[in-house]
């Protein structure tokens, strides 16, 4: 391989830090890399590619073809034609009406998020790799921490996307969108764009292309400012996640469908709510919103009967205990 421009040196080294302070993959891992054929995840590509060597990784490509806009095949087309031509093993993963329609409740852009992984995952493992590695970046970032702001999130929404969660990977946290861009241009690597990010739907659309802009003006550096918030919120939420996980231990005693509502009425709020999320992550549940979550906190004082619903679960107080389910169709 031909020294690689300084553009994609920099953002490989960015790329570099940030999987080191993590401590993943090890050498000689198997690394599927998701490429829409966008900027973001070409540089995130090529910049694997640049790490790649030195550490043994094995990499492989994936490409997604939604069916949702015309010219989809054509991009995952390209990034196909490119990997092949990296000489890198690569699969094309289309999805059909019905995979988006087995999360329809999520909403259009959750539902296509939500099929997009259901596809990776699979295609990960039989190409031998144990990660998956997506090229969201600082922007993305803080476009998700406006996005939770706006949806009155707490401290956890704020955290943001991590680097590394279970075997997702997120090297270019820390590199600006500009940055791909950049690299791509002097490594000529010709990209795609995808025409639906330049509408004002979905919602992240209007804080990428209005919003994050307004706030640069107002206060010039205000990206890098709101992915340093989920940062330091990430921080707080890491440190609080063995104090959350006894507590749950505490208040289920073993049922991962029951809360004892004592317990998690004599709780301070602000750790009583993330009690509520956790447990109804561990029964297998959607976590509830903040609004749901107080619903769920007021039932430990509540008559018995009592019950409340969100997306995806429901809680009813029976006896002593919160029970935790799906809601009834």
């Known amino acids: 391989m031909t020294r690689a421009p300084a553009e994609l040196r920099r953002v490989a080294d960015r790329a570099a830090g940030a999987l080191a302070a993590a401590g993943v993959p090890a050498d ?8 829409s054929g966008g900027a973001d995840s070409l540089a995130l590509l090529h910049a694997l590619r640049v790490l790649a060597g030195p550490r043994g990784w094995r990499l492989a490509v994936l490409t997604v073809d939604h069916g949702l806009r015309p010219g989809s095949a054509a991009d995952a087309a390209f990034v196909a034609d490119h990997a092949k031509s990296l000489g890198l093993p690569v699969r094309l993963l289309t999805l059909g009406p019905g995979d988006l329609a087995a999360h329809r409740r999520a909403g259009p852009e959750a539902a296509a998020r939500a099929a997009r992984y259901g596809a990776l995952w699979p295609a990960a493992g039989d190409l031998g790799c144990r990660w998956l590695a997506t090229g969201h970046t600082l922007d993305d970032q803080a476009e998700t921490v406006l996005l939770q702001l706006l949806r ?5 929404g704020l955290g943001g996307m991590a680097v590394h969660s279970g075997r997702l990977l997120r090297p270019l946290l820390g590199v600006r969108r500009a940055e791909t861009r950049a690299c791509c241009a002097a490594a000529a690597l010709p990209w795609r764009e995808d025409p639906t990010n330049a509408g004002d739907d979905p919602l992240r659309n209007r804080v990428r292309g209005r919003l994050l802009p307004l706030l640069e003006e107002l206060r010039p550096g205000a990206t890098r400012a709101l992915a340093r918030t989920a940062g330091l919120a990430a921080d707080e939420r890491a440190w609080l996640e063995p104090l959350v996980a006894a507590t749950v231990a505490a208040a289920t005693a073993g049922d991962t469908e029951a809360l004892d509502a004592a317990t998690l009425a004599s709780l301070p709020v602000a750790l009583g709510r993330r009690v509520v999320r956790e447990a109804a992550r561990r029964a297998g549940l959607a976590v509830p919103d903040a609004a749901a979550t107080d619903r769920v906190l007021a039932l430990a004082g509540a008559a018995a009967g009592a019950a409340t619903t969100w997306p ?8 002593t205990d919160l029970r935790l389910a799906p809601p009834a169709d």
């Open 152 to 156: 009155g999130a707490g401290p956890d």
């Open 28 to 35: 000689g891992d198997g690394v599927a890399v998701a490429v």
């Open 312 to 319: 995806g679960g429901s809680a009813t107080r029976a006896g």
